[in-house]
């Protein structure tokens, strides 16, 4: 079961990260669209072992290879999605699984049909330059910085109550981890994005297993409310540092929500 699951989970992120580093707009939306997809089959590939009293860990065995252009990238993916198909469950959850995949499969054949799509790939050239804005390089290490830190953190907490969430039947605490998983996947899918843009975009470091093993709920909650106030002082300390206001006001953005991540977490006090 749980090589199932970890192929689904690192075919999530191959997805997820794909739709990162392709700048053409229709094909990263599609992209990230499949990308929540495979998502929720990890969650009801979750529900399945448990109901069978089994379980999964989030182990993951895999690299994010520089790519130079899009085929390079998509290619790649066709590979990762057509030799996952072996691992599903021969079920209607398998049967399901398998026929979006199709869909995804299809979707990429229809791109690599079309050479104009073959788009020059920067999301790994490591040049830290914010588009046209004239950021200082002490601006520019202050968003590295933030942008390594932060999609770690997302990609943690999406996890972390992902596992929690399935193991709970406290209807509360259901909505509100759910709340927070999808607060922090538009926070991870907008980092991950701006890693792309500067050029660095990485996969975040696995997670260990006591990360999402949760003994005493009430401490894990009190920690990730204090882990959410240092990410305000970030987000307040980067808005104050960066002398652009466009990104100074998506951190404020950033800001506000996370307050309001605390809020949802004292639900579960």
């Keep these: ?20 580093a392709i700048n053409d707009e229709t094909i990263k939306s599609r992209l990230y669209d499949f990308s ?10 979750g529900e399945e072992a448990l109901e069978k009293g089994e379980d999964y860990n989030y182990d993951r065995d ?8 899009i085929f390079e990238i998509i290619e790649s993916l ?26 995804l499969l299809e979707y990429i054949s229809q791109i690599l049909k079309d ?7 920067t999301a790994f050239n490591m040049q830290r330059k914010w588009g046209d804005k004239n950021l200082s390089q002490e601006q520019i290490d202050a968003l590295t910085l933030f942008l390594f830190e932060e ?5 943690e907490l999406i996890l972390v109550y992902a596992y929690m969430q399935a193991r709970t039947r406290n209807v ?44 005493d709920l009430e401490q894990f909650v009190k920690d990730g409310i204090a882990e959410e106030e240092a990410a305000k002082v970030m987000c307040k300390e980067l808005s104050d540092a960066i002398k652009d206001e466009e990104l100074s006001k998506f ?13 949802l977490m004292k639900k579960l006090l």
């Design 1 to 20: 079961m749980n090589k199932r699951y970890q192929k689904k989970h690192e075919l999530w992120l191959a997805v997820l990260f794909a739709s990162f």
């Design 36 to 45: 929540q997809i495979a998502f929720r089959h990890m969650k009801w590939l």
């Design 62 to 69: 895999m690299l994010l290879y520089k790519r130079n252009s």
């Design 78 to 103: 066709k590979e990762q999605i057509e030799e996952t198909q072996q691992f599903y469950p021969q079920n209607i959850l398998g049967r399901r699984i398998k026929t979006d995949d199709a869909y």
């Design 115 to 121: 050479e104009k799509n073959n788009q020059e790939v």
């Design 151 to 155: 999609s770690y953190k997302e990609y």
């Design 172 to 215: 509360l605490h259901f909505n509100v981890f759910q709340d927070l998983v999808d607060e922090s996947h538009f926070h991870l899918k907008s980092f991950g994005n701006m890693m792309a843009k500067l050029g660095i975009l990485a996969l975040p470091r696995e997670l260990h297993t006591m990360t999402y093993i949760v003994k």
């Design 251 to 263: 951190f404020d953005f950033i800001n506000y929500q996370e307050s309001y991540h605390i809020e």
